[in-house]
């Protein structure tokens, strides 16, 4: 039996399991499971993998897209180039590969808000790993951004010093932060709302629930919405790719 899992903290509002379960149901497969597990340090994946030597291959989620560097033997071009790693394959030999596949959907996911649109300035919520692959992602597309942080120290912007005119101006405003995923579902990224106009579009990573406070603010101002489920379904298939090649 090859074995497959998700490794973050916490994971309640996950819906990977969920995911691969019915995927290999319906395609057939019958020789792989997924789980979760929730460690509470990313120091704990070495014991992890020594207990279940089945395991083939592992996502990454908050708080250790970063952290889990440290412990892999090797990394693809885009996990070194975006510094963060969501996709781990381990090799027959149990050499560990650190790969970065939030950027497969995040290039589907602007894609599909976006389509023609090419915004002048986007707006990049959190400086998390996720944020880091939606830098890279910019960066590809030629669009120029900001970022806002909890820490002054971390981005040009904090949540409590914004200016109400960069928000106007950057069209595009992406959450790459946890804040509104469940069970958190009341609270959303602290922006001037009030500035967002039917020109913008605004895109959550966030896809558990599917309407976040952040996004629905946005659908009250007119803007284009897109929730994370695009990105969460592009970057399962593309780890699964990984694993099998």
């Not at 319906?26 to 460690?39: F, H, V």
């Not at 885009?78 to 290039?107: E, F, K, P």
Request: with cysteine.
């Amino acid at each position: 039996m090859r074995r497959f899992g998700l490794i973050g903290r916490p994971l309640g509002h996950s819906a990977s399991a969920a995911y691969f379960t019915e995927k290999f149901s319906r395609e057939g497969i019958t020789d792989c499971t997924y789980e979760l597990y929730e460690l509470d340090s990313v120091g704990c994946l070495p014991a992890l993998l020594t207990k279940i030597p089945e395991l083939c291959g592992l996502n990454v989620t908050i708080p250790y897209k970063r952290e889990v560097i440290a412990l892999l033997d090797e990394l693809s071009f885009d996990a070194q180039a975006i510094g963060a790693v969501n996709c781990i394959r381990r090799h027959a030999d149990g050499r560990l590969a650190g790969h970065n596949t939030d950027i497969v959907g995040l290039r589907a996911s602007l894609d599909e808000l976006l389509g023609a649109e090419q915004p002048a300035e986007a707006l990049v919520l959190g400086t998390g790993g996720a944020a880091q692959a939606v830098q890279y992602a910019l960066a590809e597309r030629g669009i120029p951004f900001a970022i806002v942080s909890r820490d002054a120290m971390r981005g040009d912007y904090t949540y409590d010093n914004l200016p109400c005119e960069v928000v106007e101006g950057s069209r595009l405003i992406i959450n790459a932060s946890p804040v509104g995923t469940y069970p958190a579902v009341d609270e959303a990224p602290r922006i001037p709302y009030a500035y967002v106009t039917p020109g913008h579009f605004l895109l959550d990573l966030v896809y558990n629930p599917p309407l976040t406070r952040f996004l629905d603010f946005g659908r009250q101002r007119g803007a284009r919405i897109l929730n994370g489920e695009t990105m969460f379904r592009a970057q399962a298939e593309a780890s699964w790719r990984i694993w099998n090649e």
